[in-house]
């Protein structure tokens, strides 16, 4: 029964399913790490090109310690001083720019992002045409595609792409994908293009990397059992958002992503018994917590963690900065 939220004594009673993993990833420890240590060994400020990882909160906190994010190496002011590039990838011509320049650089990269680009290099060198498997103008997507020349490339971003594509050059064709895509989206749009292309050249090691097929696997593992699903995590990203469309999909249809604490529908949560939450790789877990405490000030609660998978990936920073 639901009693008056005010009624200390008589909060509802409210289960939240935790997702694990969730939250930062890898790649995007480092590349907070990377901007970091960046800070202590140039000083303040330096540039970082683009949203280092695709969260305001991370942003502004690196911002506060004397990161300038520029969208263009264009906007860089003194040239004197040195840029970081996100975790997502740049193309060629950003870091032949910066050499242009002579703008110093610290590539933050993702090590699992810089592999698609390497495949890609390798599939190209082999005179494969590229099918890549992706959102038009994410970041990452931009810059797997700047690693080879115009033409090279073309994106798939839906299934109807898949159908329609024409092989007009008529030479031997591979696909590689983004690395934040719905697994199953993505394993759909893969088969269409083997069942119409049976000779298309695949990656040796699916390209969606570990953990956003990990957050989804523990989304969809416990979405169904729950009222409401809370992807917490920024707007533009990627694999937050496909969080989201992994716990509708698995039978939560009020499923949303929660990108600020002031949008969080605590009336709706106060008519559940059962909630869900989860966060993208790039949410950090103290937004997580701050959700936890809100929903807390009016009802009381039972967290029951659901641990699909240990993650212990550490990738190593570059060496010019330790
Ligand atoms: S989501 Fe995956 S590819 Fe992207 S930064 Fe994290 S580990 Fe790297």
């Given at each position: ?11 509802n ?42 969260n305001?909160h ?52 993702c ?18 045409h ?85 957050r ?55 008519k559940?018994?059962?909630i ?5 790789a ?41």
């Open positions: 029964m639901l009693t008056h939220a005010s009624d200390q004594s008589m909060k009673k409210i289960t939240i399913h935790l997702a694990s993993p969730r939250g930062f990833c890898a790649g995007v420890d480092r590349a907070i790490e990377i901007v970091k240590k960046s800070l202590e060994k140039f000083g303040a400020p330096i540039y970082v090109r683009h949203e280092i990882v695709h305001k991370v942003v502004e906190s690196l911002r506060k310690k004397g990161a300038i994010f520029v969208d263009e190496l264009s906007e860089i002011e003194d040239g004197c001083r040195p840029v970081v590039f996100s975790a997502h990838g740049v193309s060629k011509s950003v870091l032949e720019d910066a050499d242009i320049k002579q703008i110093e650089y610290i590539d933050a990269t090590p699992l992002v810089s592999k698609v680009h390497k495949e890609a290099e390798q599939l190209c060198k082999h005179n494969y590229i099918l890549l498997i992706g959102h038009k103008n994410h970041p990452e997507v931009i810059g797997t595609m700047g690693q080879l020349s115009n033409g090279a490339t073309d994106l798939i971003e839906t299934r109807e792409d898949a159908k329609n594509y024409i092989n007009k050059k008529k030479g031997k064709l591979s696909y590689i994908t983004q690395t934040t895509l719905s697994v199953d989206d993505a394993n759909e749009i893969i088969q269409i293009l083997k069942n119409k292309f049976p000779d298309i050249k695949e990656p040796k090691k699916d390209d969606i990397c570990y953990a956003t097929t990990n989804q696997l523990a989304v969809k593992k416990i979405a169904n059992k729950c009222e409401m699903f809370f992807v917490i995590g920024s707007r533009n990203s990627s694999n937050s958002k496909r969080l989201v469309e992994s716990a509708k999909k698995s039978g939560c249809s009020k499923s949303q992503l929660l990108y600020s604490t002031n949008a969080i529908p605590i009336k709706e949560i106060l559940c018994r059962n869900g939450i989860s966060s993208g790039s949410a950090p877990e103290v937004l997580v917590k701050e959700f936890i405490d809100k929903i807390k000030e009016k009802a009381d609660i039972e967290i029951d963690e659901i641990e699909f998978a240990k993650e212990n990936i550490v990738f190593k920073i570059p060496n010019k900065l330790i």
